[in-house]
């Protein structure tokens, strides 16, 4: 699973582009979903019985003590089943009217996700939801009860079905490369599983749907990457036949050193990097095995080659054509409210389109990321007027006007420039993207995006610590993140904030310091929502690469024949940052919703031994010119 509101993007901007050459090739391109699809089998009625009588079956099986969630479960069983198609297709905006039934808190089961909304601002209220939602807003109430309902099913999979079930995941580490490929190959050959056994039954429905000569397959996560293989291996299953191509942000990071030819027992082909021309050398050559491959792994004589011999260039981003959501089913995706915060919802609730303003990154110095690396070292911008020519494709397409542009960071320039365009051609959109904070981000500029329809950012300010982020060469200060975000705020643009923990050389001093930074940025309004990520080196960035520049030391894997990516290492600095961990999660959520802005930064680590805080109180105010120096 990636999000459940919307496709992620890869088989539309492919589909886009692969279609631009189908009379050419012989070609025709189709793409499905095979995520929203599976979500869509196992919460309905027929999933849920079939999950029902496996985990009663195993609980007649057992007499230890249930977890609260299948306990729940099993008692409230029927009501589930009676529910849960209703709850979809009020999550898919099909039946707004079921908002009255959910919000009297009498139609739904409550699980063990539901006891947060006694423990938040409104607690000990009559109404514990009332000051989210006042007496008028029923359909967002019933959307994050509905919201509930479904994490407490997803909580009941993963404790009951499936151990590694998620709806979506953005973890605070990537999953733990895996040097071999034994856990995935056995894990795959091992009896299935409940939620197995569905996603084979899908793979063999997307099969006859499509009859297709090959399959292409997109793995942005490492979440993704045990779907993918099983997606294959069920078709290849029913048509061995079948070619199976893998890509995705996933290989590109992890599966650059991959020499075992195992892998190959389950596909056919595997590309690196931007996938438009490995995939149009690919649909050649399988027209004409002379033809040369790009970036692409492919097992010959029973080793594993990267076969890279064809002339072709990466394709610029003003001839990779328009994405196109055609085929997929986009009034079938569910809008989730799980926190109650404006800006956080805004990863799972409502139907974007995606969009790439620029190729690549422009700065491309910070040391933590995979600067050498294609997505990242490539920068390639798209003209302003190309761009709100595809924007206006989309929404003829989709009938949808919201766009969450997916660039590493936006550039500035080329931020005014669209905004500048889109005013001029009067294209009314709303939008949302990813930048740095950096100064070119004036008030004025601010002011002109919100024109335009931007309606929130999200940003890196990482360590909120000077020093650190000189270290990781941001390009930025604190002071100068105060005034960018507020600049937004003051706008009318809400402001996510990337925060991170665990960098080399940070102290429990700077850990903390960097937590009264956030907490005054909160308190001034210069940030609304903000997640905090555990640090992790990575083999293609410059901390990886040059560890002695950092003061610490890798600890390499010995012998790696697939995944590579994050490698273990020792910071002499000594501070245990999991002991902080949770501390800083629990601010955070009570943050962004209001509360604790008062509170000692100290105080959320109960328990864990943290240093005396020692940050001037003003210092955001400071940075911001509201009080004197």
Known sequence: MTQLN?????????????????ARLGLEVSQADAAIELFLRVFSRAGLERIHDELAQRAGETAEPLPPSIAQFLDHAEAYVATVDAVVRFLQGRDPGLALRIVGRELLPEG?????????????????LAWAFGGLGLADRAKHLASLYIDDLADVIREGIAPDFELSRYGERLAASAPSFDPLREALEDEPTLIDTMLDELAADLYARFTPDVIGLTAPFPGNIYGAFR????????????????????????????????VFD???????????????????????????????????????????????????????????????????????FEMLNPMHRLWSDGRWNKLTIAHGCYWKQCTFCDVTLDYIARYDR?????????????IAETGQTGFHFVDEAAPPAALRALAEALLARNVLITWWGNVRFEKAFTPELCQLLARSGCVAISGGLEVASDRLLELMKKGVTVDQVARVTRAFTDAGVMVHAYLMYGFPTETAQDTIDALERVRQLFAEGCIQSAFWHRFAATVHSPIGKHPELFGITLRRASKITFANNDVAFHDPTGCDHDVLAAGLRK?????????????????WFAGARVPRVSVPADLVRRALGTVST
């Open 6 to 22: 919307t496709p992620y993007p890869a088989t539309a901007y492919l589909t886009g582009f692969l279609r631009q050459h189908e």
């Open 112 to 128: 063990p996700r539901f006891a947060a909304i006694a423990q938040g601002p409104g607690e000990g209220d009559d109404d514990p």
């Open 231 to 262: 997606i294959a291996r069920a078709i290849k299953a029913i048509a061995p036949a079948t070619r199976a191509i893998l890509g995705g942000g996933y290989v590109n990071t992890e599966l650059r050193e991959l020499s075992d030819p195992r």
């Open 266 to 336: 389950y596909l056919d082909f595997i590309t690196v990097d931007d996938g438009e021309a490995p995939m149009l050398a690919l649909a050649e050559h399988l027209t004409d095995p002379t033809r040369p491959l790009l970036r692409t792994f492919v097992r010959r004589a029973g080793r594993v080659i990267l076969a890279n011999d064809s002339p072709l260039h990466d394709v610029p981003i003003a001839l990779a054509g328009t994405p196109t959501y055609a085929g997929l089913p986009l009034d079938r995706y569910l809008s989730l």
């Open 382 to 394: 798209a003209p302003a007027e190309l761009l709100v020519d595809r924007i206006e494709a989309l």
């Open 587 to 603: 601010a955070l959520y009570n943050y962004m919703h209001g509360l604790g802005l008062d509170e000692d930064p100290r105080s």
